[in-house]
């Protein structure tokens, strides 16, 4: 689905075949020379998805993106480097810094369209199971965690504690908000709980569905539950 893309690069004629491109393909792009002019960009209008080159003077990628990770308003905002580096040292690197996607050069464009519209699409979809809508029955939410909670106490078949397969790095604003949900508490008891936002909210749940592959509420407190991700 078409959205807003902030564009990075210090090569302006790559940067502009790839404005051109997306554009053409129905996205709105705003564009940077450098990370500064990026920063700048964010703080004027919030993108739905950041692409940005690695390789860049006085500021990179790298710390462009850990600058984006520490800001509770760009937290969960998706990033794709493209970069002319493609040793898979490179792309551990990446991903470790909290990138969505990596697109060595050269590319093709019409995959990087893809990428870009799977991960709009999947953000939809997560932000979207993250928000408590009007058509939601809080009341079966709730009891439904509260089940959960009630069968893990009791010792029950239905959830088996055990240590967590995989460690996820959880970012202590994400973690918070977990242990809130685990809770049973919904996103407007958790922006008050927090003293942030409901959207805020969202995206955190949103990248919480993301990181332990759930799509619900009950789907990410049993999995909690399951693997003792929860701290209270």
Avoid at 92 to 119: H, M, N, R, W
Wanted: proline fraction near 5%; include cysteine.
């Amino acid at each position: 689905m078409p959205g807003q893309i902030l564009l990075v690069d210090d090569e302006p004629g790559l940067r502009e075949a790839v404005q051109a491109y997306l554009e053409d393909s129905g996205f709105d792009v705003l564009v940077a020379s450098n990370a500064k002019e990026g920063w700048d960009k964010l703080e004027q209008a919030m993108p739905d998805l950041v692409i940005s080159d690695i390789m860049m003077p006085q500021v990179d990628g790298y710390q462009f993106l850990q600058q984006m990770r520490e800001d509770d308003r760009f937290e969960t905002l998706p990033v794709i480097f493209l970069t002319a580096r493609g040793m898979t040292a490179d792309r551990i690197q990446g991903y470790q810094a909290g990138c969505d996607a990596y697109l060595p050069k050269p590319f093709d464009p019409e995959e990087l369209v893809a990428i870009v519209t799977s991960l709009l699409d999947r953000r939809t979809v997560l932000t979207k199971a993250a928000s408590d809508s009007d058509k939601s029955d809080i009341a079966d939410i709730r009891e439904q965690i509260a089940q959960i909670r009630s069968m893990l106490t009791q010792g029950k078949t239905g959830v088996t504690q055990t240590p967590a397969p995989i460690k996820i790095d959880f970012t202590p604003r994400e973690q918070s908000v977990l242990d809130l949900v685990v809770e049973g508490l919904m996103n407007k008891e958790i922006a008050r709980r927090l003293e942030t936002s409901v959207r805020n909210v969202e995206k955190y749940v949103s990248r919480l569905f993301s990181k332990t592959g759930t799509n619900s509420r009950t789907e990410l407190v049993r999995y909690a539950l399951e693997h003792g991700l929860h701290t209270q």
